[in-house]
T-cell receptor, first 115, second 114 residues
Framework: GDSVTQMEGPVTLSEEAFLTINCTYT??????LFWYVQYPGEGLQLLLK?????DKGSNKGFEATYRKETTSFHLEKGSVQVSDSAVYFC??????????????FGIGTKLQVIP | EAQVTQNPRYLITVTGKKLTVTCSQN?????MSWYRQDPGLGLRQIYY???????DKGDVPEGYKVSRKEKRNFPLILESPSPNQTSLYFC?????????????FGNGTRLTVT
């Protein structure tokens, strides 16, 4: 079946540091890929998405590129802020084993940014 | 404002006492789903619904029930809660049939079963 792999963390960075959170996936077919962010005490919200190979999703300074050859969708940001502290979930939808209705999530990576 | 509303936000109950967590969305979305979030396991899908009167099991449906009598509401029912159902629960909805439409989540319900 479909699966998403990411490190749990926590990842601790100083303000203005460069961020990379790795995400790799296993899926057949042509899934869409997503990053969701969960701030403390809140539900998940969409951060960015990419729907086909080589697409780059971007939002709020975050970027991720859909790499089919390496089955990866790594999240990057050039300069993190304290307000970026949250849990980040990589997810896919539309893999052949789940169909369009199923979203498969990674375990979430906790990011802590210190001043 | 477009939103998914869950109630209650926090719930403490005892083993075996039936409970219902409500979920309502105001976006006219066809698809709704329930997830539980546990440390080290991420989000796991409990049940989902493609439309009114259409529900199906997710990855961890045991011990849960759902119903979809109206498009906007999708309650989660625990007939006889047990301590292993202590978790953080999220309701989500999605409109559109294309694979790139995102999920919209509620703010969560933290359930403790003693």
């Amino acid at each position: 079946g479909d699966s998403v792999t990411q490190m749990e963390g926590p990842v601790t960075l100083s303000e203005e540091a460069f961020l990379t959170i790795n995400c790799t996936y296993t899926a057949t077919g042509y899934p869409s890929l997503f990053w969701y962010v969960q701030y403390p005490g809140e539900g998940l919200q969409l951060l960015l998405k990419a729907t086909k190979a080589d697409d780059k999703g971007s939002n709020k300074g975050f970027e991720a590129t859909y790499r089919k050859e390496t089955t990866s969708f790594h999240l990057e940001k050039g300069s993190v802020q304290v307000s970026d502290s949250a849990v980040y979930f990589c997810a896919l939808r539309g893999g052949s084993s789940g169909g369009y209705q199923k979203v498969t999530f990674g375990i979430g990576t906790k990011l802590q940014v210190i001043p | 404002e477009a939103q998914v509303t869950q109630n209650p936000r926090y719930l403490i109950t005892v083993t075996g006492k039936k409970l219902t967590v409500t979920c309502s969305q105001n976006m006219n979305h066809e698809y709704m789903s329930w997830y539980r979030q546990d440390p080290g396991l991420g989000l796991r899908q409990i049940y989902y619904s493609m439309n009114v009167e259409v529900t199906d099991k997710g990855d961890v449906p045991e011990g849960y029930k759902v119903s979809r009598k109206e498009k906007r509401n999708f309650p989660l029912i625990l007939e006889s809660p047990s301590p292993n159902q202590t978790s953080l629960y999220f309701c989500a909805s999605r409109g559109g049939l294309s694979s790139n439409s995102p999920l919209h989540f509620g703010n969560g319900t933290r359930l403790t079963v003693t």
